[in-house]
């Protein structure tokens, strides 16, 4: 394959790469930017721990 030629396998790679940023960067804002404007209690009963002990916000 040269240079050049490869138009659609170029362009399924532009898409998932433009998929998994896009992914990414959904998460990171919903974990990071969010959390800080909610109001205390709110925050409080997302961050709480559960019934099993453990935060509802177990991945962070």
Known sequence: MSAAGGGAARLAGFVLNHL????????E??????????????REAVCSPGRDGRTSWWWL
Not at 20 to 27: H, Y
């Open 20 to 27: 998994g940023l896009s992914g990414l960067f959904s998460i």
């Open 29 to 42: 804002f919903l974990t990071h930017a969010v959390p800080q404007h909610q109001d205390a209690a709110a």
